[in-house]
């Protein structure tokens, strides 16, 4: 079954990466300045996010959580609660694009004998950042995906709304923004 899902999975980053939709928007995607990525690491509980098809199982507690390679790149573990009550897992390999301080880094969660392939890379912008790295803020450069980030399952509704302002005057329409479900069993 995991083959046919990572099969499905690359057939759909390849016709994404093809498709012509992209929020309308004359402004490019502005990243933060720098990414000091050691103090990025841990774990970061999903606020809010664009609904989007490879989420569509999660229900609560979506969380990712980072940790170092020894080569380099990051570990990227996904979890989140579906609907039958059962954790679902994703594991995946960030590696950051361009300097050291980059914000703007690109995730595979397909195997590892697929990454030469550039259609299995994502985009993974930190767009905005608190400067005591409690709240990201992380898109694409076609403003198609969109997650809201805390270092808390719960978001302050005040640092939330002044989120949502910021991230607005970059274009992005935070109606389509969905809130994320944290039950309070949720375990760091």
Do not use: H
């Not at 995991?2 to 390849?14: D, P």
């Not at 380099?72 to 579906?82: D, E, I, M």
């Not at 005057?169 to 479900?181: I, S, Y």
């Amino acid at each position: 079954m995991s083959k046919i899902y990572l099969a499905l999975f690359g057939a759909c980053i390849f016709l994404t990466s093809l498709s012509t939709y992209s929020q309308t928007s004359d402004v490019a995607v502005k990243t933060i300045p720098s990414l000091d990525v050691p103090r990025y690491l841990g774990t970061w509980y999903e606020i809010a996010k664009y609904p989007n098809w490879f989420q569509r199982k999660c229900v609560s507690n979506t969380k990712a959580v980072y940790s170092p390679r020894a080569d380099g790149t990051l570990k990227v573990l996904n979890s989140c609660k579906t609907a039958e009550g059962e954790i679902s897992e994703a594991e995946g390999t960030a590696r950051q694009m361009g300097p050291k301080d980059s914000p703007k880094l690109e995730v595979r969660f397909a195997p590892a004998w697929l990454s030469f392939i550039p259609l299995v890379w994502g985009d993974y912008w930190v767009v905005d950042l608190d400067p005591q790295y409690q709240v990201a803020v992380v898109s694409d450069p076609r403003r198609e995906y969109l997650w809201i980030l805390s270092r808390t399952p719960q978001l302050d509704k005040k640092v939330y709304e002044d989120t949502l302002q910021r991230i607005q005057a970059q274009q992005f329409d935070v109606r389509k923004l969905e809130l994320t479900m944290q039950t309070p069993s949720q375990k760091n």
